[in-house]
């Protein structure tokens, strides 16, 4: 019997646990479950803010519900005239000089949290990557250890990672809730912010500035590893080149035909490119920021990509223009190839 | 010679013209009433369909680009074509009233910003049926909006341009009828709180809305004649759009909100039976928020990477309006205590909107905070705060507004029993749309998402919110029957149903085309709330029984605005083929034509004769 209640006990905690953990909103996505210093700093500012400002609505709220109680009209006073007051200085005094000392309360961590996230007195000794927002997708170039990558970005945990952004396009919003509040991607001017990851993990990144068809189908992520396997990750993606014989036939079709309709946009190495850097596509967590990281998926996004992304700079291909260029069969061994390129160790399961 | 006939039966035809040609601020009220609603219905149908969408996730309801028209649409529409003339539509049919006036400044100007806006309305909607309408946001953000492809986003800068012209030309009149046509002894501080609003109001529009106009006219050259002032690889700058954008979109909260706040104190002092606790801090808040309003619109900006020391001024300068809004808020709260409160609709309103519009006060500090900002910006936080604001701030007042001062426009009083279900509809269904939105957006949901994904724990608080918005919907469809019933079946009441304080409740119900036969004399504030104190039935007057002057009708501000409604036409196509500038030559013809007229002709209205009114008053 005893037993019985405890697991009744257990049970009821566990799914109240579920409950409050799915109200903070999914991990590594919301901002209740701070995983990085930005975040973290940021909480800290809502959470300051939040308890200031119900204490002063939980004080309007007793007044305003003592009124409405106490003088509302009561039968056979349809008629009574209330004295008519004009106002009161002492009243008027406490009512302005006390919401002053809340809004200091509130505006000093503001002030010093807003400077501290702009710090850049480290920018020289950090990682240092070039961020560039696209319509729909997002550029990662690692300057000094001559990377390209899209999409997924990979970091070190526990270091502060600078980022230089710069949109090709339209503005967009590079913001990742759990490690950090967000910043515009302006294409008139750079904007540079860091990012701390506490933890490892796969953190979802989203596209917070409208930017078009598929302004809600902007996702990236940020992948943190460990300090050792960062700079595994950095090696092996430094000796990416195109030029590798993947092992089956199909994939090597897959390849050939790669190379005469896709290699116009996409790179496969640490060139720059139009489109999206393929050269870990097999190792992503999505394609195309979105959608499953399956072959199935892949085919059915060259055959009609519009579909999965309204709008996408992959419309323009020649491809797509000319009908029966590439056929159904020949999407399946491109995506044979692509799903092969994993030129390393590192991969979004590192992270944990 | 004399035009007071009984207007009570009249054929369609002569009500019309009556109607086109009005310079008669209630009717003209009314006009902004009937168009106001009815883009009020528009944006709500826009908002249903964008809450259908969000039902669930990776829904497909409506495709990205439609998504997209439809949230621009629906915040285009609610701010410039919904809450703004409805705003108006009170401001016309009150505030001369409330100062003793006989008609505003300009009547015949009155009536051009009528048209105008409805005018620039329309063109803001066609483009939904010449194959989609703007889908750059309601800010409508460069480069996003130069780019945009079609003619939407072209309807969307030539018809605010030309509702903008409306507005200002109607905040201007304003501003010249509270300053020179009150009535003797309406001091400044004996002014209603309402005409108060409605004054700073007006001066914000003043100085507000050429930003507008300017930022409208250079992204109307980059769209339409190829410069380049908002495109960074012309040397152009995105940025630009969005000061100039929000040093109007700031100020446009305030002059949306303080009339709302106007209404307010007008309401909860009427039905407390109370002088307004302290006045003259009210006056002084007033002003202060106006001023303020100015100071702080970079706080649409925090993410924009303006640095540490802006976005501190900024979120200071921002935080500093919470001081003058709580005093507001107290002084509201002080009027109701020792009061004899009457509950009906319009105080339903008024007692939702303190809890409700304190929580969106409380979250405009938590978002002027920059550093937290960084994280609600652009999320549906922002969403939840901005509808906290102006639905539960001006929204809840404009349907307050409608229950107050309905029998002062149409003599008849909206029925109660309709009107607390509408109120009990739409403000459960109010809160359970955006309270949940606060949480959705630190949850990680950006604004503007045509869809979301599925297993990011952002489906209940989306369903929830959904179910809310169709409650509201609700709610309106009950209100649109309390007027129809009401029109019907509604019984006459007299000049002062409400024992109300102010000088509108003075004159008959609906009031006669003149508004005053003699002019009224104030003693204070509230001048008839003094006069009933004192026994007396009306005010006394500060005139003998004379001739009255009044304007003539014209058609010409309708032609006007006609002929710039197709000059519109021809400077969004044009860009296609040179032959559609005959259409801007043809419409500019029309529109300065009809100003020739107006200018050269003389017009100096006619006289209502003493003679008349004396035997009107014996009848």
Same mark, same amino acid.
């Given at each position: 019997m005893k037993e019985w209640m405890g697991k009744i006990r257990t049970l009821s905690l566990f799914s109240l646990m579920v409950l409050l953990l799915s109200a903070c909103g999914k991990e590594n996505l919301t901002t209740f479950i701070p995983k990085g210093y930005g975040a973290e700093e940021s909480l800290n500012v809502i959470t300051i803010s939040t308890i200031v400002m119900t204490a002063v609505f939980i004080v309007v709220m007793v007044i305003f519900i003592y009124v409405v109680w106490k003088f509302r009209q009561k039968k056979g006073e349809e008629n009574v005239i209330p004295k008519q007051v004009e106002g009161n200085k002492t009243l008027e005094i406490v009512w302005t000089v006390i919401p002053?000392?809340?809004?200091?309360?509130?505006?000093?961590?503001?002030?010093?949290?807003?400077?501290?996230?702009?710090?850049?007195?480290?920018?020289?000794?950090?990682?240092?990557?070039?961020?560039?927002?696209?319509?729909?997708?997002?550029?990662?170039?690692?300057?000094?250890?001559?990377?390209?990558?899209?999409?997924?970005?990979?970091?070190?945990?526990?270091?502060?990672?600078?980022?230089?952004?710069?949109?090709?396009?339209?503005?967009?919003?590079?913001?990742?809730?759990?490690?950090?509040?967000k910043m515009d991607v302006n294409p008139d001017n750079e904007n540079t912010m860091y990012i701390q990851a506490h933890e490892e993990g796969v953190y979802w990144g989203k596209c917070a500035e409208f930017c078009g068809d598929s302004h809600s189908l902007m996702d990236f992520k940020i992948i943190a590893v460990s300090k050792e396997e960062y700079a595994q990750w950095v090696e092996d993606l430094q000796n990416v080149t195109a030029d590798v014989q993947p092992e089956t036939t199909t994939a090597q079709e897959g390849q050939a035909i790669f190379e005469q309709s896709c290699i116009g946009c996409h790179a496969i190495d640490n060139t720059p490119s139009a489109g999206p850097n393929l050269s870990n596509f097999g190792d992503r967590t999505t394609i195309a920021g979105v959608l499953e990281h399956n072959e199935e998926e892949l085919v059915e996004w060259i055959m009609d990509p519009n579909s999965k992304k309204p709008g996408n700079g992959m419309l323009g291909a020649p491809y797509l223009q000319n009908k029966g260029e590439i056929t159904q069969d020949d999407a399946e061994k491109i995506a044979e190839y692509l799903m092969q390129l994993k030129p390393s160790e590192i991969t979004p399961n590192s992270a944990q | 010679m004399s035009t007071m006939v009984a207007t009570n039966k009249r054929s369609f035809g002569s009500t019309l013209w009556d109607y086109l040609t009005t310079v008669d601020h209630k009717k003209i009220a009314i006009m902004?009433?009937?168009?106001?609603?009815?883009?009020?219905?528009?944006?709500?149908?826009?908002?249903?369909?964008?809450?259908?969408?969000?039902?669930?996730?990776?829904?497909?309801?409506?495709?990205?680009?439609?998504?997209?028209?439809?949230?621009?649409?629906?915040? *285009?529409?609610?701010? $410039?074509? &919904?809450?703004?003339?409805?705003? =108006? #539509? !009170?401001?016309?049919?009150? %505030?001369? +009233?409330?100062?003793?006036?006989?008609?505003?400044?300009?009547?015949?100007?009155?009536?051009?910003?009528?048209?105008?806006?409805?005018?620039?309305?329309?063109?803001?909607?066609?483009?939904?049926?010449?194959?989609?309408?703007?889908?750059?946001?309601?800010?409508?953000?460069?480069?996003?909006?130069?780019?945009?492809?079609?003619?939407?986003?072209?309807?969307?800068?030539?018809?605010?341009?030309?509702?903008?012209?409306?507005?200002?030309?109607?905040?201007?009149?304003?501003?010249?009828?509270?300053?020179?046509?009150?009535?003797?002894?309406?001091?400044?501080?004996?002014?209603?709180?309402? *005409?108060?609003?409605? $004054?700073? &109001?007006?001066?914000?529009?003043? =100085? #507000? !809305?050429?930003?507008?106009? %300017?930022? +409208?006219?250079?992204?109307?050259?980059?769209?339409?004649?190829?410069?380049?002032?908002?495109?960074?690889?012309?040397g152009g700058n995105a940025v630009i759009w969005q000061h100039l954008f929000w040093i109007f979109g700031h100020p446009e909260v305030y002059i949306l909100a303080l009339p709302a706040f106007?209404?307010?104190?007008?309401?909860?002092?009427?039905?407390?039976?109370?002088?307004?606790?302290?006045?003259?801090?009210?006056?002084?808040?007033?002003?202060?928020?106006?001023?303020?309003?100015?100071?702080?619109?970079?706080?649409?900006?925090?993410?924009?990477?303006?640095?540490?020391?802006?976005?501190?001024?900024?979120?200071?300068?921002?935080? &500093?309006?919470?001081?003058?809004?709580?005093?507001?808020?107290?002084?509201?709260?002080?009027?109701?205590?020792?009061?004899?409160?009457?509950?009906?609709?319009?105080?339903?309103?008024?007692?939702?909107?303190?809890?409700?519009?304190?929580?969106?006060?409380?979250?405009?500090?938590?978002?002027?905070?920059?550093?937290?900002?960084?994280?609600?910006?652009?999320?549906?936080?922002?969403?939840?705060?901005?509808?906290?604001?102006?639905?539960?701030?001006?929204?809840?007042?404009?349907?307050?507004?409608?229950?107050?001062?309905?029998?002062?426009?149409?003599?008849?009083?909206?029925?109660?029993?309709?009107?607390?279900?509408?109120?009990?509809?739409?403000?459960?269904?109010?809160?359970?749309?955006?309270?949940?939105?606060?949480?959705?957006?630190?949850?990680?949901?950006?604004?503007?998402?045509?869809?979301?994904?599925?297993?990011?724990?952002?489906?209940?608080?989306?369903?929830?919110?959904?179910?809310?918005?169709?409650?509201?919907?609700?709610?309106?469809?009950?209100?649109?029957?309390?007027?129809?019933?009401?029109?019907?079946?509604?019984?006459?009441?007299?000049?002062?149903?409400?024992?109300?304080?102010?000088?509108?409740?003075?004159?008959?119900?609906?009031?006669?085309?003149y508004n005053f036969k003699q002019l009224p004399l104030i003693r204070g504030l509230d001048p008839l709330w003094i006069e009933k104190t004192e026994g007396r039935s009306g005010m006394t007057p500060a005139e003998p029984i004379g001739d009255i002057h009044m304007p003539n009708n014209s058609i010409l501000p309708f032609v006007m605005s006609l002929g710039f409604f197709i000059a519109g036409f021809g400077f969004i196509y044009q860009k296609y083929d040179a032959i559609w500038l005959s259409l801007i030559f043809i419409g500019m013809g029309i529109a300065l034509g009809a100003m020739l007229t107006r200018s050269i002709k003389d017009d100096l209205g006619y006289h209502i004769h003493k003679e008349d009114l004396e035997k009107e008053a014996k009848e």
């Open positions: 002053i000392l809340l809004l200091i309360i509130i505006a000093v961590p503001t002030i010093l949290v807003t400077y501290d996230l702009a710090d850049q007195s480290e920018i020289d000794d950090s990682i240092t990557i070039n961020v560039t927002g696209k319509q729909f997708w997002w550029h990662f170039e690692y300057a000094n250890e001559e990377i390209q990558t899209s999409q997924d970005l990979y970091i070190p945990v526990g270091e502060k990672i600078y980022l230089k952004m710069l949109s090709s396009d339209v503005i967009h919003s590079f913001w990742v809730p759990a490690l950090s509040g | 902004y009433l009937i168009a106001g609603g009815f883009f009020f219905i528009v944006g709500g149908l826009e908002a249903l369909a964008i809450r259908w969408q969000l039902v669930k996730p990776m829904n497909d309801f409506v495709s990205a680009g439609l998504y997209n028209e439809l949230i621009t649409m629906h915040g *285009t529409t609610m701010i $410039f074509l &919904a809450a703004m003339p409805l705003i =108006f #539509a !009170f401001m016309n049919a009150v %505030v001369p +009233l409330q100062i003793g006036a006989r008609d505003v400044a300009f009547p015949f100007l009155n009536s051009l910003g009528f048209w105008l806006f409805l005018f620039g309305g329309i063109l803001l909607n066609v483009g939904w049926i010449t194959g989609g309408a703007a889908d750059a946001g309601w800010t409508a953000y460069a480069p996003l909006s130069i780019i945009s492809p079609g003619e939407g986003v072209d309807y969307y800068v030539l018809g605010l341009q030309i509702s903008g012209a409306g507005t200002l030309i109607g905040g201007i009149n304003f501003l010249v009828t509270i300053v020179n046509m009150r009535a003797p002894g309406m001091t400044y501080m004996r002014m209603p709180l309402f *005409t108060w609003t409605a $004054f700073v &109001a007006s001066a914000l529009i003043l =100085f #507000a !809305f050429p930003a507008l106009t %300017v930022g +409208l006219f250079l992204m109307m050259f980059d769209r339409l004649f190829g410069s380049g002032f908002f495109d960074p690889n012309m106007g209404i307010f104190s007008e309401i909860i002092s009427t039905f407390s039976k109370k002088r307004l606790f302290g006045y003259s801090a009210m006056v002084f808040a007033t002003v202060l928020i106006g001023f303020l309003g100015f100071m702080v619109w970079a706080h649409h900006m925090f993410t924009v990477g303006m640095g540490p020391a802006a976005n501190s001024i900024f979120a200071v300068a921002t935080m &500093a309006i919470a001081i003058p809004t709580g005093i507001k808020i107290f002084n509201w709260l002080f009027t109701l205590w020792g009061g004899n409160i009457t509950i009906n609709t319009a105080m339903l309103y008024s007692l939702g909107f303190i809890p409700t519009f304190t929580m969106g006060g409380m979250t405009g500090v938590m978002v002027a905070a920059a550093s937290a900002d960084y994280q609600y910006h652009d999320s549906y936080f922002v969403v939840a705060h901005f509808h906290y604001v102006i639905v539960g701030g001006v929204v809840f007042a404009l349907f307050a507004a409608t229950h107050y001062w309905w029998p002062k426009m149409f003599g008849k009083i909206l029925n109660e029993t309709l009107g607390k279900i509408t109120f009990w509809l739409f403000f459960i269904g109010f809160h359970m749309t955006f309270f949940i939105q606060h949480f959705l957006g630190l949850m990680g949901m950006p604004r503007r998402y045509w869809v979301y994904l599925e297993d990011q724990n952002l489906d209940l608080g989306n369903a929830i919110s959904t179910v809310g918005a169709f409650l509201m919907g609700l709610g309106t469809i009950v209100l649109l029957y309390n007027v129809v019933i009401t029109s019907v079946k509604g019984e006459k009441v007299g000049p002062d149903p409400w024992d109300a304080r102010t000088l509108e409740w003075a004159i008959p119900s609906p009031p006669p085309f």
